[in-house]
């Protein structure tokens, strides 16, 4: 397998690698191989290593060293990884604007307080089932990189409150993507908040949001009318009446 990667890497027209993707199929993956492959290819731009579960802090270290361009890394399920990788991504690689950390339980508010600081520019921000995050993460992304347009947060053992949701909506009015399922401490005052302040949203996931009520999706009904997907799967509060507004609002906009 080594001589394998050495002979597909020692060639020129590789060394000019931007794309970067080995999720879920090459879960084998190791550092040592990824260690092999930045050496060679500097310009990596686009990294994608989902479900990678074997990748330690030191291959993200050395990517993070060797290719400073980075701008999207996404790392989903990478359960090995802590706080040390991603502030180091953060610290070489400031263009970083697409930032995919989710289901890796280990990282804190270190991790995402790093990226917001170094990297301003993040649209896109995923840490699904990132349960040692609180609210100081969350707020530090909306006041430092106020273009984000996608949000993915919760989990369902999420200590993530109201006040985040509220300060990426008062801080980031171009949010289009919002999904915050299992988010089990939001309330409808977020999401009124979110529909109030981001008209722009076309696609929101609050499955299992079991505190929402029918407050909640008339908001969104009413103030987002663009939006294509909602999914409230699991909100055992909401009634009929809140599909009726929905109904109405449909027929008004046609």
Same mark, same amino acid.
Not at 62 to 67: F, G, I, N
Not at 150 to 161: A, C, I, K, M, N
Not at 215 to 227: E, F, M, P, T
């Given at each position: ?24 199929? /090459? ?27 074997? /990748? ?7 990517? &993070? ?17 802590? %706080? ?25 508010? *270190?991790?995402?307080? *790093? /990226? ?8 896109? &921000? ?6 040692? /995050? ?7 992304? *909306? ?51 979110? &529909? ?25 009904? %009413? ?32």
């Amino acid at each position: 397998v080594c001589k394998t990667w050495n002979t597909i890497f020692n060639k020129c027209i590789f060394r000019e690698i931007k794309y970067l993707k080995f999720n879920y199929y /090459l879960m084998s993956i190791t550092d040592v191989k990824v260690k092999s492959i930045v050496n060679k290819c500097p310009g990596i731009t686009h990294v994608n290593f989902c479900g990678c579960w074997n /990748l330690t802090d030191a291959a993200v270290i050395a990517l &993070a060293d060797k290719c400073r361009g980075i701008t999207h890394a996404n790392f989903g399920r990478c359960n090995i990884m802590t %706080d040390v990788a991603v502030i180091a991504l953060a610290d070489k690689c400031p263009g970083i604007t697409h930032a995919d950390f989710s289901e890796c339980w280990k990282l804190t508010d *270190a991790a995402v307080i *790093a /990226l917001a600081d170094k990297c301003p520019g993040i649209t896109h &921000a995923e840490f699904i089932f990132c349960d040692n /995050l609180t609210d100081a993460a969350v707020i530090a992304l *909306a006041d430092k990189c106020r273009g984000i347009t996608h949000v993915h947060f919760g989990g369902l053992l999420s200590r993530l409150t109201d006040a985040s949701v509220i300060a990426l909506a008062d801080k980031c009015p171009g949010i289009t993507h919002a999904e915050f399922r299992s988010y089990r401490n939001l309330t409808d005052v977020a999401v009124i908040a979110l &529909a109030d302040k981001c008209p722009g949203i076309k696609y929101a996931n609050f499955s299992s949001c079991e505190k929402l009520t029918d407050a909640a999706v008339i908001a969104l009904a %009413d103030k987002c009318h663009g939006i294509k997907y909602s999914d409230f799967w699991g909100c055992f509060m909401i009634s009929d009446r809140a599909l009726k507004f929905i109904d109405i609002v449909i027929q008004k906009n046609k």
